[in-house]
């Protein structure tokens, strides 16, 4: 809660603590995914707080998470850039010259790049790990005991309802209304600009955030009748105090706008919240600058689509609820076999389906069980208790959003139901996972989603669609994730048709899910392990530097293995066909494992001596690469010329206005000198723009110095001796120190 906070004070934290951070041993950061965005509070907290800690002793930290990549890969890399410190060399010694590329590669959907890095920083235990590796392992129970480690056999199954049918015949005119129907002239804003200069950047922002708004309004949809009815109210509300406003002369700050994707895409919605925000972000905007009258034209149009849907979905009550009636047949069904978690994303189904239930006496005369619900709005102790009741007491269907489906174990349960379709499936997994457990009492446990049976292919083209122009506006101007959100995985759609399939493709799909989560080492570890860790030292210690071998793989080139000092380690698969390097350590490893008795084959038609020369230019080019990296700042792109004009115009204020005040003078000296040792996150670069921005349009330096002298000391950790982000040091190659450990020939 408190790294939440935006006002977080360490001065007062520490004080709290009754310690100083800096004599932090150990940092343990429990679901970690929630430190994903690097926009956030939390994440820009933390991130302070690990800088502080490190200021004289770098202290360890431990991230763990179920799902590392809750959404994207990226999840991961902001993760990572917690422990770097936004060092984007910090595994140079194993051969990955910079940590973002590697990612950037993972873009083009091989999510296999990243093996490498995972294999170095992490220790995993899926449920087929351990059921391969330790099949005889036990645990301690609660009473001492000592128990057999099994896991319970997860049976998927589909609850097929009509989403037409839900909506009354409705479904494909309202879906029309909001893919071809809406203008969406509020995210159009720049495109109605007559004079001065179109923002093309801001166009493309905007432009993304209303597919955004499209796709939630989708997802909604799918959800429930009152979720979606909901979203269709505060839309209309919105845009038509935003019409007020306009009129008025004023238009939103770009600041509200990450605000109002954060709260587009939380589990509920509170339009007067919206409403009192979008009041208290306002600044000032010349009508003539704009074609008020097309403007307001479209505006309006979109105001009456939304009208018309909403009194298209108005009469639908809970007794026409074709989702619902499945799901209360479903229950019923189920009520003997066990406890049930029903989740759903949004807090207006969980809502909606509780008061359903509960007012339904028929349903609850033959459910006869009791039901409670969680979401966002539970206090903490209101939580604590119906879990209790839950797990110990004599409540048998808990309705919950996914604040229930992070590091509870509710293993009790022998049933969940997903609501909503997975347009997330990493949630799937979470969700799961609260009942899939060590320790559960049950042989099979049941995993039960609802599919909209007939209009699911078009649902599922009408959101790619939308997530297709998104995709383009980000190639074409580069978005950033404060305006991408909760991007949808292309893979999503083919997942959420493959669950529907064989069990064997659903648990196939359950395995994948979890590999892509769970990348560690043990592909690399364990066959040691198996060989004999005993015995290992020994026989590795026996081997002459420079040993070849060869294997058939069908493939032709030659892998080579090399040491450089003590720590560095730097592997290169040569491809003849492709007179290519291959330097991926996970790619490499399947073209060269093989089993003790595997037959040496050293074919004789590859230049090994003309192929390892090729190799060690390529290992003088790595070292060169980063020694020059580490003589230039980290920082690239907008934020190297910001902070070079900012430098220029701060040594210009020093020479023209500081004359003989020395204590300005030190001052500035200070500034110019402490900004090439920030680390920036996200969102110190944002603060630093602003103060810039807000400089060039007031050039009241008075102000900026002020900002900028109290912005550093909340950045800068005291190290004084280099940025932060660059490598430990500059390393210069000697050829001396590299020793050749193998050579494996492939053919």
């Known amino acids: 809660e408190e790294l939440g906070r935006e006002d977080l004070n360490f001065s ?22 929630n430190f994903r965005n690097p926009f956030s509070n939390r994440y820009e907290n933390l991130f302070t707080l690990i800088e502080k800690t490190s200021i004289e002793n770098k202290p360890k930290i431990l991230l763990l998470t179920a799902t590392p990549m809750n959404n994207t890969h990226w999840d991961l890399y902001f993760q990572l850039m917690l422990l770097a410190q936004n060092n984007k060399r910090i595994f140079f010694k194993e051969g990955i010259f910079d940590l973002e590329k590697e990612f950037k590669k993972a873009d083009k959907g091989n999510i296999s790049q990243l093996a490498d890095i995972l294999q170095i920083i992490s220790i995993r235990r899926t449920r087929q790990y351990i059921k391969d590796n330790y099949p005889d392992a036990k645990y301690k129970d609660e009473t001492e005991n000592w128990i057999q480690i ?3 056999e997860r049976e998927l199954d589909e609850i097929n309802y009509s ?148 009194a298209l979905v108005a009469p639908i009550d809970k007794n026409q609820d074709a989702k619902l009636k499945k799901l209360k047949e479903k229950l019923i069904e189920l009520k003997d076999k066990g406890k049930i978690l029903l989740f759903s994303f949004y807090a207006d189904t969980i809502d909606y389906l509780y008061e359903a239930l509960i007012q339904d006496k028929v349903f609850c005369t033959k459910f006869s069980k009791k039901i409670a ?16 009741n839950f797990l110990n007491s004599d409540t048998d269907l808990l309705l919950s959003t996914d604040i229930l489906s992070e590091g509870q174990n509710l293993q009790k349960a022998r049933i969940a139901i997903n609501y909503d379709l997975h347009w997330n499936p990493v949630r799937m997994i979470q969700r799961a996972g609260r009942i899939d457990r060590i320790g559960s009492p049950f042989d099979e446990i049941y995993i039960y989603n ?9 649902l599922l083209e009408l959101v790619k669609i939308l997530q297709t122009k998104i995709e ?52 690399f570890w364990q066959p040691l392990k198996d060989f004999g860790l005993e015995r290992l030292k020994e026989f590795c210690e026996s081997l002459p530097h420079g040993i070849q071998s060869g294997l058939k793989k069908g493939f032709k080139g030659i892998f080579f293995s090399y040491k450089y000092e003590e720590d560095y380690h730097l592997w290169y698969l040569y491809d003849a066909i492709n007179d290519r390097f291959i330097t991926n350590k996970t790619e490499i490893l399947n073209f060269i494992s093989c089993k003790e008795d595997e037959p040496r084959v050293i074919p004789e038609d590859l230049d090994v001596f003309e192929i390892h020369k090729k190799v060690r230019r390529k290992i003088e080019e790595f070292f060169s690469e980063g020694l020059i990296a580490t003589k230039i700042r980290a920082v690239h792109g907008r934020m190297k010329n910001t902070l070079r004009d900012m430098r220029d115009e701060l040594v210009f204020i020093q020479e023209n206005y500081l004359e003989e005040n020395n204590a300005l003078i030190q001052k500035v000296d200070n500034i110019i000198n402490g900004l090439p040792s920030i680390s920036f996150t996200k969102k110190r670069m944002k603060t630093l723009r602003k103060i810039w921005k807000d400089y060039k349009q007031s050039r009241n330096w008075h102000i900026m110095l002020a900002r900028l002298s109290e912005f550093l000391p909340v950045c800068r950790t005291g190290r004084k001796e280099k940025p932060v982000n660059e490598l430990e040091e500059a390393v210069e190659f000697d050829e001396s120190k590299l020793k050749l450990i193998c050579v494996d020939f492939i053919s």
């Open 472 to 523: 383009m506006i980000n190639e074409t101007i580069g978005l950033d994730a404060s305006v991408l959100g909760e991007k949808i995985n292309p893979k999503v759609f083919g997942i959420i048709r493959d669950l529907r399939g064989t069990k064997d493709k659903k648990e196939v799909i359950l395995k994948e899910l979890e590999e892509e989560q769970f990348g560690g080492g043990e592909l």
């Open 12 to 33: 007062e934290l520490e004080r709290k603590l009754n310690f100083r951070l800096e004599d932090i041993a150990l940092i343990v950061i429990d679901e970690s995914h």
């Open 450 to 458: 609802f599919y909209p049976e007939k209009e699911l292919e078009s």
């Open 150 to 152: 099994k896991f319970p």
């Open 163 to 310: 989403l037409n049918e839900t909506y009354q015949g409705l479904y494909h005119q309202i879906a029309e209304k909001i893919e071809k129907g809406l203008n969406l002239a509020y995210y159009r804003l720049e495109e109605y600009r007559i004079a001065g200069k179109r923002n093309e950047m801001e166009l493309g922002r905007m432009k993304a955030l209303g597919g955004i708004l499209q796709t939630l309004l989708l997802k909604r949809l799918e959800s429930s009748v009152k979720a979606f009815r909901k979203s269709i109210q505060t839309q209309i509300d919105f845009l038509s105090t935003f019409k007020e406003i306009f009129q008025e002369g004023k238009i939103l700050r770009k600041k509200f706008y990450d605000k109002y994707l954060t709260y587009l895409e939380e589990e509920t919605e509170n339009a007067s919240y919206l409403i009192e925000q979008l009041k208290r972000n306002l600044e000032p905007v010349k009508l003539a600058e704009f074609n008020t009258k097309k403007f307001f034209e479209d505006l309006d149009k979109d105001i009456k689509i939304f009208q018309e849907i909403k």
């Open 373 to 388: 619900k969680i979401t966002g709005k539970s206090s903490p102790h209101e939580r604590k208790e119906k879990i209790s």
